[in-house]
């Protein structure tokens, strides 16, 4: 029987009830994917240990933070506000929800509509959005460790 990869976030905000969820979904206006919800029920916003996403040897992300649901330390730190404010400001397209930043400002977001993990690019205007995973729980299982000073 395969054991799941264990999954360690530090410096989460408050744990969230299922109301929680509910209240953040009528805020928004659109049911948040299930294995998103599943995860931030154990875990609300945080660094993860394993923070990141490879795409070859040469090129990967680091995450620098998910974004918490409902409790957050300004306005951009909840995955609500992000959205809201970033989809009202024609910022990001609305059919995306950022749940994660990298270190330099770019959105990792799950595809609302096919549910696949893409990192949205900030500092450009061609070639925002690359796919990384299809779903939320192989995205966040496909996270390593590394440290690039080896």
């Known amino acids: 029987?395969?054991?799941?990869?264990?999954?360690?976030?530090n410096a989460c905000q408050k744990s969230l009830t299922n109301q929680d969820l509910d209240d953040v979904e009528k805020k928004l206006g659109?049911?948040?994917?299930?294995?998103?919800k599943h995860h931030?029920?154990?875990?609300?916003?945080?660094?993860?240990?394993?923070?990141?996403w490879f795409i070859d040897e040469e090129l990967y992300f680091e995450i620098a933070n998910f974004k918490s649901i409902k409790y957050g330390e300004d306005e951009f730190s909840t995955i609500e506000d992000t959205y809201l404010r970033q989809t009202?400001?024609?910022?990001?397209?609305?059919?995306f929800l950022p749940f994660a930043i990298d270190w330099g400002g770019n959105y990792f977001c799950i595809d609302l509509?096919?549910?696949?993990?893409v990192i949205y690019f900030m500092d450009t205007d061609k070639n925002r959005i690359r796919v990384l995973e299809k779903g939320f729980k192989?995205?966040?299982?496909?996270?390593?460790q590394y440290d690039e000073d080896d």
């Open 113 to 117: 509509t096919t549910h696949e993990i």
């Open 30 to 36: 659109f049911l948040l994917p299930l294995e998103l």
């Open 88 to 95: 009202k400001d024609g910022v990001i397209n609305d059919n």
């Open 138 to 144: 192989k995205f966040v299982n496909g996270l390593i």
């Open 40 to 52: 931030y029920l154990q875990f609300n916003g945080g660094t993860p240990e394993k923070a990141h």
């Open 1 to 9: 029987m395969n054991t799941p990869p264990k999954i360690i976030f």
